[in-house]
């Protein structure tokens, strides 16, 4: 029997990408999921996929900008359900540019789904999980939150704190009985890789210069349910993200060359003239 069979999860960004995949991945692994995100459209059909297949799930609207939304539905779904045992704080924005280019409001903007976000998740289900002895968070950084990232600085800086908040809070929690894992994919295939805002630079030709093939949301979610079941505290997806993350680690001067070289080819195909 799965570790997910009969548990209750809600999973932010539930609607697409790596959301959809892990909302569909513990629907058939026998988890009731609460399918939330701000397009509560497409939230609904993944939900309703999910019911059609034999599976439990419900759509919800939620902007996790909004920490007293955020707080109802945690509300409402552990007077419904009993209990919640797993939140997926997944959602996620970016916006690419040069820090030059990008303005306040734009890094602001980034800061507020993926950092705030993630606090308003935590801050909601965190007191419901320690009242129980159990439950567990699971935080969707980026393999961005472990190394510098040029042309991507609020992304960056924003998955760098998540992966701060969750190691912190991991150890806090132990002893209270709640897990937090923290998520760090590489290059997934998902709408955020490819529907984000470029300002100020080429898309097509940013895109081009990524030396390595995308693996799908799906592949990605079973990395990261595997890494769950086994509590680990950093669930790192794509060997070339693991790569530079070992690497990082052993040479900080040589990933700084790495992340400069990065930087002069993004300017390659900046459309604003030096």
Same mark, same amino acid.
């Given at each position: 029997?799965?570790?997910?069979?009969?548990?209750?999860?809600?999973?932010?960004g539930?609607?697409?990408?790596?959301?959809?995949?892990?909302?569909?991945?513990?629907?058939?692994?026998?988890?009731?999921?609460?399918v939330?995100?701000?397009?509560?459209?497409?939230a609904?059909?993944? %939900?309703?996929?999910?019911?059609?297949?034999?599976?439990?799930? $419900?759509?919800?609207?939620?902007?996790?900008?909004?920490?007293? %939304?955020?707080?109802?539905?945690?509300e409402?779904?552990?007077?419904?359900?009993?209990?919640?045992?797993?939140?997926?704080?997944?959602?996620?924005?970016?916006?690419?540019?040069?820090?030059?280019? !990008?303005?306040?409001?734009?890094?602001?903007?980034?800061?507020?789904?993926?950092?705030?976000?993630?606090?308003?998740g935590?801050?909601?289900?965190?007191?419901?999980?320690?009242?129980?002895?159990?439950?567990?968070?699971?935080?969707?950084?980026?393999?961005?939150?472990?190394?510098?990232?040029?042309?991507?600085?609020s992304?960056?800086?924003?998955?760098?704190?998540?992966?701060?908040?969750?190691?912190?809070?991991?150890?806090?929690?132990?002893?209270?009985?709640?897990?937090?894992?923290?998520?760090?994919?590489?290059?997934?295939?998902?709408?955020?890789?490819?529907?984000?805002?470029?300002?100020?630079?080429?898309?097509?030709?940013?895109?081009?210069?990524?030396?390595?093939?995308?693996?799908?949301?799906?592949?990605?979610a079973?990395?990261?349910l595997?890494? !769950?079941? $086994?509590?680990?505290?950093?669930? !790192?997806?794509?060997?070339?993200?693991?790569?530079?993350?070992?690497?990082? $680690?052993?040479?900080?001067?040589?990933?700084?060359?790495?992340?400069?070289?990065?930087?002069?080819?993004?300017?390659?195909?900046?459309?604003?003239?030096?």
């Amino acid at each position: 029997m799965s570790v997910f069979q009969d548990k209750v999860a809600i999973v932010t960004g539930g609607a697409s990408g790596i959301g959809r995949a892990l909302s569909l991945a513990l629907a058939r692994d026998g988890a009731e999921v609460v399918v939330a995100d701000i397009n509560e459209e497409r939230a609904a059909q993944v %939900a309703s996929g999910i019911t059609e297949a034999g599976g439990r799930a $419900r759509a919800a609207a939620l902007d996790v900008r909004d920490a007293a %939304a955020f707080r109802a539905l945690v509300e409402a779904v552990a007077k419904e359900s009993g209990r919640i045992d797993y939140l997926f704080n997944n959602a996620g924005i970016a916006i690419n540019g040069e820090m030059r280019d !990008v303005s306040l409001d734009d890094f602001q903007q980034v800061l507020d789904v993926n950092l705030n976000g993630v606090v308003h998740g935590v801050t909601a289900v965190y007191p419901h999980m320690v009242a129980r002895g159990a439950g567990h968070i699971v935080n969707t950084a980026s393999a961005a939150g472990l190394g510098p990232t040029p042309g991507i600085v609020s992304y960056g800086a924003s998955k760098h704190a998540v992966v701060g908040l969750s190691r912190s809070l991991r150890a806090e929690a132990a002893d209270l009985g709640v897990r937090v894992t923290v998520v760090c994919p590489g290059f997934i295939e998902t709408p955020i890789l490819r529907d984000s805002r470029f300002v100020n630079l080429d898309k097509e030709g940013l895109l081009k210069m990524i030396p390595i093939k995308p693996i799908s949301a799906e592949a990605c979610a079973k990395e990261i349910l595997d890494g !769950v079941k $086994r509590n680990k505290a950093i669930v !790192v997806v794509t060997w070339q993200a693991k790569a530079l993350w070992l690497l990082g $680690r052993i040479s900080p001067r040589l990933m700084e060359r790495i992340a400069l070289q990065a930087a002069r080819n993004m300017r390659k195909v900046r459309r604003v003239s030096e």
